[in-house]
């Protein structure tokens, strides 16, 4: 499809294929492995083969305000038949067969091919990650409902199914390197362990307070080399001082609890962590982490570097308010498709983002997330307005060089921590007095 030109780093792999064609957007070679390792590959050849599903689930977070059959006849992504258009029930069919486990592997090895090549910056020698919890809200259909739950409440029973989604992030980049959904009754510390496996050598991983697990914090440090984390003390929690580095550094050492060393193999009797107090805009900050070496990490430093979690909640806003066009509610009717619908959200987020990865090397000094998400978002798409598709994709590289060298345009303001935004309510209009 018509996406971004971050799809020609698959080229490496596929020497063979020739510049400038279709397959410099998405090798069919390598959409057909994922679609094998899926186990949903086909020998039979049908007009809507399953690798131009993969752009019709694609274009479907692209183009918000567009049903997918429109979206498939605007992409001309059928094979050449008897017949111009392919029916209605031709695309739902297709993406049935397609299913949802094709999508996240098209996610997770196109994740490991721009993660490697965009050479993030590092802090102290490691990379920035965020794990955070998100949810989505599914039609209210029978099927949706008995897969994903609905919320319930002191008010009741919440009108909308939600899934729970668990991401990683890149935060310097706002790639996003692995994510774990399920029904919204998980716990976000089960989908939490499933991105244990995606996390890498030499990194600091920054979590919300909400995944404060001595088990799981333990096994994210002890599954690879200098994986490090970084988590605001847990209200309560109990600890022993084992020694004072500084006025407000401590070397603490916490103990775990029998339930938690049965649920986590090899989790030892006791934790020792590096406790942080500092005190921001007049509030008691309290930061655990398992950086103890002093001499390579300043404890000023680490308290301030939290603050770069928030990035993991910005790009859930980017998702929702500018692919999604704020209509918080997806559009798929089955579990299934749901899920489907999500990883090609997902998928289609990252492929926004490495493009900007790919503005941001020419600008020095500016970081991808320092561009603004919208305005190269918009211009993207209006690329693809203008009559690109599958056709004519030979254009598109030429297009996306250009938009790279207008990439100072796209920078965004500095950013003033001193801003405040108070929450109010503004009152409506009405011929009628107001109660006070």
């Known amino acids: 499809m018509q996406l971004v030109t971050a799809l020609t780093l698959a080229n490496r792999y596929f020497p063979n294929i020739e510049a400038g064609a279709l397959q410099q957007l998405l090798p069919e070679e390598f959409i057909s492995q994922c679609l094998q390792e ?26 918000r305000g567009k049903d997918v059959w429109s979206i498939a006849d605007k992409m001309q992504i059928a094979l050449p038949g008897r017949r111009d258009l392919v029916a209605p029930s031709a695309v739902v069919q297709g993406r049935q067969r397609l299913g949802s486990e094709a999508m996240r592997q098209v996610f997770h090895q196109t994740q490991q091919l721009w993660h490697q090549d965009a050479e993030h910056p590092r802090w102290c020698g490691l990379q920035l990650l965020g794990v955070d919890g998100v949810v989505w809200r599914a039609p209210d259909t029978v099927e949706n409902t008995e897969a994903f739950t609905k919320p319930i409440t002191t008010a009741g029973e919440s009108a909308w ?113 590096r406790l942080l107090h500092k005190k921001v805009k007049g509030k008691e900050c309290f930061i655990l982490t398992s950086m103890l070496d002093t001499t390579q990490f300043m404890g000023d430093e680490i308290v301030d570097l939290y603050s770069q979690r928030w990035e993991i909640e910005l790009g859930y806003r980017e998702m929702k308010q500018q692919l999604l066009a704020n209509e918080f509610t997806l559009r798929s009717k089955k579990s299934e498709m749901v899920k489907q619908e999500l990883w090609g959200v997902l998928l289609c987020y990252n492929l926004i983002r490495y493009q900007m990865v790919r503005m941001a090397k020419t600008l ?73």
């Open 161 to 273: 199914p939600m899934v729970r989604m668990v991401c990683q992030m890149e935060l310097t980049s706002h790639l996003l390197t692995g994510a774990a959904l399920d029904k919204y009754s998980t716990n976000e510390m089960i989908l939490a362990e499933q991105l244990i496996e995606t996390t890498t050598d030499n990194s600091l991983t920054l979590f919300d307070r909400g995944f404060y697990s001595l088990g799981l914090l333990h096994a994210w440090q002890s599954k690879g080399q200098n994986r490090h984390w970084l988590i605001p003390l847990k209200k309560g929690a109990q600890y022993e001082v084992v020694e004072k580095l500084d006025k407000q550094d401590l070397r603490v050492r916490i103990a775990t609890s029998p339930q938690a060393q049965k649920k986590w193999p090899g989790l030892p009797t006791h934790v020792e962590a």
């Open 364 to 436: 020095p000094g500016i970081y991808p997330n320092e561009l603004s998400f919208t305005l190269c978002a918009n211009a993207i798409v209006s690329l693809f307005e203008r009559g690109f598709t599958l056709i004519s994709a030979h254009h598109i590289p030429t297009e996306l060089e250009d938009l790279t060298r207008k990439a100072e345009f796209f920078v965004l303001p500095f950013r003033r921590e001193e801003r405040s935004y108070p929450r109010q309510v503004k009152r409506k209009p009405s011929k009628y007095p107001h109660k006070k």
């Open 38 to 63: 899926a186990g949903v590959a086909t020998v039979r050849r049908r007009r809507l083969p399953l690798e131009s599903l993969v752009m019709v689930v694609l274009g479907m977070a692209l183009y």
